[in-house]
């Protein structure tokens, strides 16, 4: 993708963390049908897609590297390859099940965030995994921090309040307030007036939205 509209990326949050659909069955007056599904998403875009807070909270960004010249391959022979290796990602996956399964309810509380059953789950397999007991939570948690440092960057508004901040170490005011505040600042003048709140209410809703972000980075 190249990027991801604010209804996509709602659709994704429900699904990555669960929800369900309520339609009427057609043909009928009164019976509904309902559709629930919780599906992890692999998402692949060359810029950060999760621009909105509540989706990046629940994403964990791999950024690949750079596949040199020399190490290019056709299709044909990934697939060659990836047959010979099959049995033993197989195996490997169902193995790290299997430890999940056993462990899961004696392990230990881990820190709880929007994701945390997946943490869990993963923490729980980390002993037939090739990586140090505690390390994939250590990893999701330096994920989750820059997250908050790349949406704070990204938002318009939440970049403004950090500004603010910074420069008065702290505010208070109503919504009228703070949109008056912050369309003092330069930057401010450079956004284009369709990526901009136009009222104190789209401003009020704006930072109830971005509060997560901005409690995670001291504001």
């Known amino acids: 993708l190249s990027g991801i509209s604010p209804r996509l990326s709602d659709a994704f949050c429900r699904l990555a963390t669960g929800a369900g659909l309520s339609k009427r069955q057609l043909f009928t007056d009164e019976e509904e049908i309902v559709i629930e599904a919780c599906r992890p998403l692999i998402i692949n875009g060359i810029e950060d897609l999760a621009a909105r807070e509540d989706l990046a909270e629940r994403c964990v960004n791999v950024v690949l590297s750079p596949i040199p010249a020399t190490a290019r391959r056709t299709e044909r022979k990934i697939w060659d ?59 999701f948690e330096d994920n989750q921090k ?38 003092l600042s330069p930057a401010v003048a450079c956004i284009p007036s369709d990526e901009w709140p136009s009222s104190p209410r789209a401003v009020g809703g704006w930072v109830r939205r971005i509060s997560p972000v901005l409690r995670k980075a001291g504001i």
Not at 94 to 107: G, Y
Request: a negative charge.
């Open 146 to 183: 820059d997250y908050v440092a790349a949406c704070l960057e990204t938002d318009v508004v939440g970049s403004a309040i950090s500004s603010l901040i910074t420069e008065h170490n702290s505010w208070k005011g109503t919504a009228t307030d703070l949109l008056r505040a912050m369309m």
């Open 81 to 139: 390859q990836f047959r010979l290796e099959h049995p033993r990602i197989l195996g490997a996956c169902l193995e790290a099940v299997s430890h999940a399964l056993k462990n899961i309810s004696r392990l230990e509380t881990i820190a709880l965030s929007r994701m945390s059953d997946a943490v869990e789950f993963v923490a729980a397999a980390e002993e037939a995994l090739p990586w140090s007991a505690g390390a994939f939570q250590q990893a």
